[in-house]
């Protein structure tokens, strides 16, 4: 950076307040229109590592499962246009996942705004509805408090996305220095008129269900619900594709809400008398269409949740406690005991349904995935960090591997294909020394594979399993089960996946029947760089 100190470049700006809010990586596509910023971060290549990445969806994706793991905005720059378009589908996958993300855009010059420039897209219209806070800077001196207020927007309150716009000549422009600052967030704690409201509740439950969901839970946050359910004999369901909140091995863990899911999960959450409801936001998968507890059984909701906007958004709210969630769970810990009757049993009951279900069921087929899950339960640490692609494969590692605290689950929860791979790069990259498992469909593979290229030349080492099964598998069960007889669109041709793998010099293999996935699940797992299993499936 320059050695002037007293002006800066809106490009040094830029990058003095990504070191001073700890930025470790920046997962982007290079392009013209934010060289300057490029170029400042040349001089802090020590400090901050720039993974430049195959597609701007690629880079968003990595950025995501970076800030999920940090508990901290992941940070991804993109070029204007194309570029900005391209990482609309990540933006959209940390929003709807509550993900901090901070996503730097570069813009034409300021006095071409407004004429459709080469590559022109107005940011504040286009990303308005997918993400959190859009704001474009057009004065150099401006820079610096953009950037700290992308961040706190970001993190605070409901985590989301935030996208600063920033026109080239901006970047270039220099002006009187404004020191980087980093805005400290203040957690809101439950009021003690709230809590007791709260207790009220639970005093007589006789049925109580908490639902635990949100983007970002830290290992303390998780282990004191661990605590409160624990002490109160609650069960515990986790919203959609956030399984790792609560330790599965627990006798309080019921499972999970959302697509895939047991069938008695339903049943048995709609008996429940009072239903505490932390961090989730009682979307659409996990309430099955909006559908659970819409019905005559007298029940209470007490809804904890960063934003006031959510609460009460889609049902009806009894208490509702606007709150840090992890300064709720633990005020929740040190509460002690607050449900009066005896709910053992009723916890039970939910615990020994998600036991019935979670065991994967007896098949025939060459080649069982039930199988490959039980052995990657088996073979991984606890640590582990498994990341889901969409699809209809996902339900074998949603329902059937297990997960003990947050962080080791990563999957979109608005069902973006492409996620698997680029989620366990970032990941793997994030933390080099934890196994990364990324589990992808045949479809998902091809639209995001080619970040294997950015695992090559960065040293990431995930294990990425491919169920192929030749066909847009979700896609395929719908027509069928909508328009029977009359499926199109669906198959798929693909390559060898595990070729695919060895020609950027990655471990490759493929498995066809399940007797050869432990010896090779081994050797991929001892080799020195990435690899790619490719699962040859029928079905599913």
Same mark, same amino acid.
């Given at each position: 950076?320059?050695?002037?100190?007293?002006?800066?470049?809106?490009?040094?700006?830029?990058?003095?307040?990504?070191?001073?809010?700890?930025?470790?990586?920046?997962?982007?596509?290079?392009?013209?229109?934010?060289?300057?910023?490029?170029?400042?971060?040349?001089?802090?290549?020590?400090?901050?590592?720039?993974?430049?990445?195959?597609?701007?969806?690629?880079?968003?994706?990595?950025?995501?499962?970076?800030?999920?793991?940090?508990?901290?905005?992941?940070?991804?720059?993109?070029?204007?246009?194309?570029?900005?378009?391209?990482?609309?589908?990540?933006?959209?996958?940390?929003?709807?996942?509550?993900?901090?993300?901070?996503?730097?855009?570069?813009?034409?010059?300021?006095?071409?705004?407004?004429?459709?420039?080469?590559?022109?897209?107005?940011?504040?219209?286009?990303?308005?509805?997918?993400?959190?806070?859009?704001?474009?800077?057009?004065?150099?001196?401006?820079?610096?408090?953009?950037?700290?207020?992308?961040?706190?927007?970001?993190?605070?309150?409901?985590?989301?996305?935030?996208?600063?716009?920033?026109?080239?000549?901006?970047?270039?422009?220099?002006?009187?220095?404004?020191?980087?600052?980093?805005?400290?967030?203040?957690?809101?704690?439950?009021?003690?008129?709230?809590?007791?409201?709260?207790?009220?509740?639970?005093?007589?439950?006789?049925?109580?269900?908490?639902?635990?969901?949100?983007?970002?839970?830290?290992?303390?946050?998780?282990?004191?619900?661990?605590?409160?359910?624990?002490?109160?004999?609650?069960?515990?369901?986790?919203?959609?594709?956030?399984?790792?909140?609560?330790?599965?091995?627990?006798?309080?863990?019921?499972?999970?809400?959302?697509?895939?899911?047991?069938?008695?999960?339903?049943?048995?959450?709609?008996?429940?008398?009072?239903?505490?409801?932390?961090?989730?936001?009682?979307?659409?998968?996990?309430?099955?269409?909006?559908?659970?507890?819409?019905?005559?059984?007298?029940?209470?909701?007490?809804?904890?949740?960063?934003?006031?906007?959510?609460?009460?958004?889609?049902?009806?709210?009894?208490?509702?406690?606007?709150?840090?969630?992890?300064?709720?769970?633990?005020?929740?810990?040190?509460?002690?005991?607050?449900?009066?009757?005896?709910?053992?049993?009723?916890?039970?009951?939910?615990?020994?349904?998600?036991?019935?279900?979670?065991?994967?069921?007896?098949?025939?087929?060459?080649?069982?995935?039930?199988?490959?899950?039980?052995?990657?339960?088996?073979?991984?640490?606890?640590?582990?960090?498994?990341?889901?692609?969409?699809?209809?494969?996902?339900?074998?590692?949603?329902?059937?591997?297990?997960?003990?605290?947050?962080?080791?689950?990563?999957?979109?929860?608005?069902?973006?294909?492409?996620?698997?791979?680029? &989620?366990?790069?970032?990941? =793997? %990259?994030?933390? *080099?020394?934890?196994? @990364?498992?990324?589990?992808?469909? $045949? +479809?998902?593979?091809?639209?995001?594979?080619?970040?294997?290229?950015?695992?090559?030349?960065?040293?990431?080492?995930?294990?990425?399993?491919?169920?192929?099964?030749?066909?847009?598998?979700?896609?395929?069960?719908?027509?069928?089960?909508?328009?029977?007889?009359?499926?199109?669109?669906?198959?798929?041709?693909?390559?060898?996946?595990?070729?695919?793998?060895?020609?950027?010099?990655?471990?490759?293999?493929?498995?066809?029947?399940?007797?050869?996935?432990? &010896?090779?699940?081994?050797? =991929? %797992?001892?080799? *020195?760089?990435?690899? @790619?299993?490719?699962?040859?499936? $029928? +079905?599913?």
């Amino acid at each position: 950076m320059s050695a002037n100190n007293s002006s800066i470049s809106g490009g040094e700006a830029v990058v003095e307040a990504l070191l001073a809010h700890a930025v470790a990586h920046v997962f982007c596509v290079p392009g013209e229109s934010y060289l300057a910023v490029l170029d400042a971060l040349h001089d802090a290549r020590d400090a901050i590592e720039v993974i430049a990445c195959r597609h701007e969806s690629g880079a968003t994706i990595m950025a995501c499962s970076n800030a999920r793991l940090r508990g901290r905005a992941g940070v991804c720059m993109v070029t204007r246009g194309p570029g900005a378009t391209n990482a609309s589908i990540g933006l959209h996958i940390a929003r709807q996942a509550s993900i901090p993300l901070v996503v730097i855009v570069g813009q034409v010059a300021r006095e071409q705004l407004g004429r459709e420039a080469f590559q022109e897209v107005d940011y504040e219209a286009f990303f308005a509805p997918l993400v959190k806070h859009v704001e474009q800077v057009d004065d150099a001196k401006d820079v610096a408090d953009a950037m700290r207020r992308a961040f706190a927007c970001a993190e605070g309150g409901r985590p989301g996305p935030v996208v600063l716009a920033l026109p080239e000549d901006v970047l270039v422009e220099r002006s009187k220095r404004v020191p980087a600052r980093v805005q400290a967030a203040i957690p809101k704690t439950i009021g003690r008129d709230e809590l007791g409201a709260l207790q009220r509740r639970l005093v007589r439950s006789e049925r109580p269900l908490i639902i635990a969901g949100g983007g970002i839970w830290s290992d303390a946050a998780a282990a004191a619900l661990v605590a409160f359910a624990a002490t109160n004999d609650m069960p515990v369901c986790t919203a959609f594709r956030r399984h790792d909140l609560f330790d599965n091995e627990h006798r309080c863990f019921a499972g999970y809400l959302g697509y895939g899911a047991h069938d008695e999960v339903w049943d048995l959450a709609a008996e429940s008398d009072c239903v505490l409801v932390i961090g989730a936001r009682l979307d659409e998968p996990t309430t099955r269409g909006y559908t659970l507890f819409r019905d005559d059984h007298e029940r209470q909701f007490v809804h904890i949740y960063p934003s006031a906007d959510e609460i009460g958004l889609n049902y009806a709210v009894d208490v509702p406690i606007v709150a840090d969630i992890s300064a709720a769970a633990e005020q929740l810990r040190d509460g002690g005991r607050i449900v009066a009757n005896n709910v053992k049993p009723w916890c039970a009951r939910l615990r020994d349904a998600w036991c019935a279900a979670a065991t994967p069921p007896p098949s025939d087929a060459p080649l069982d995935p039930g199988t490959v899950m039980a052995l990657l339960n088996a073979r991984l640490p606890d640590d582990a960090i498994v990341t889901v692609d969409a699809g209809n494969f996902s339900r074998w590692p949603q329902r059937y591997r297990r997960y003990r605290r947050p962080g080791r689950l990563l999957a979109p929860i608005n069902g973006a294909m492409g996620f698997g791979v680029p &989620a366990a790069v970032g990941a =793997a %990259l994030t933390y *080099p020394q934890r196994q @990364v498992v990324g589990c992808v469909g $045949d +479809g998902g593979m091809l639209m995001t594979g080619q970040e294997l290229a950015t695992a090559a030349q960065y040293g990431a080492r995930p294990l990425i399993l491919v169920f192929n099964n030749c066909r847009y598998g979700t896609i395929e069960m719908h027509q069928d089960q909508r328009y029977p007889g009359r499926r199109i669109a669906t198959a798929l041709q693909n390559p060898d996946f595990a070729a695919f793998a060895q020609s950027f010099g990655l471990f490759g293999a493929q498995v066809n029947c399940t007797s050869q996935f432990a &010896a090779t699940l081994d050797l =991929a %797992l001892a080799a *020195p760089t990435a690899a @790619v299993i490719e699962l040859q499936i $029928d +079905g599913y």
